[in-house]
């Protein structure tokens, strides 16, 4: 699903577009796990048909590449979108989920605000971290560093970045120049596809 829904941040359509895609269901995201940097999981089945759903929703655009975060459940969905738009493929290490140390592979229920920073659906703490993991300050400056590398030296054109729910939501905040505390920590569901504009 194409999710537009930024309200600060309106695309033109003669400029380049930056499509964020979330990676497809994994067997960890089925059972309720937090992930992490953790890369034992693999995509499920309906993963890898979201995989393929967003792969014809992106087909119709003038996409020059696809980057990926080079965690395996990431890169598995980019590679069926690279594969159907005829792209290049991307690894990049800043585009990983936030790691969660110690509390990776824990029931993501039992996660409280003093590990992951977020209460009520907002950032109420951005140096918050589990023992061993990065604060969401951390995700945003890796972020931000990879979208200035893009926009000084990327391709030109519409470009296509899989990444995860965490960092995707940090890209936005940079994009959209929205500091991290009282950021928004809106729903990023499987293989939902963002389109933003970006210099």
Known sequence: MIVQDDRTNRPDE?????WLVRHGETT?????????QVD??????????QAREAAEQLAGHPVATVYSSDLYRARRT????????GCDL??????????FGIAEGVAAAGM??????????????GDARA????????????????????????????VVVVAHGGSIRMMRAVIDGVDVHGLAWGTVPNASIHRVAYP
């Open 78 to 85: 980019a590679a069926v979108i690279a594969a159907r738009l």
């Open 131 to 158: 023992p061993g993991g990065e604060s969401l300050h951390d995700v945003h400056r890796r972020c931000a560093a990879f979208l200035r590398d893009l926009s000084v030296r990327g391709p030109r054109g519409h």
């Open 112 to 125: 409280t605000p003093v590990v992951t920073g977020v209460r009520d659906g907002y950032v109420v703490d």
């Open 14 to 18: 003669g400029g380049p577009v930056l």
């Open 28 to 36: 960890w995201n089925s059972r309720g796990w937090v992930q992490g």
């Open 90 to 99: 991307r690894t990049d290490p800043r585009l990983r989920e936030r790691c």
């Open 40 to 49: 034992g999981a693999r995509l499920t089945r309906r993963g890898r048909r």
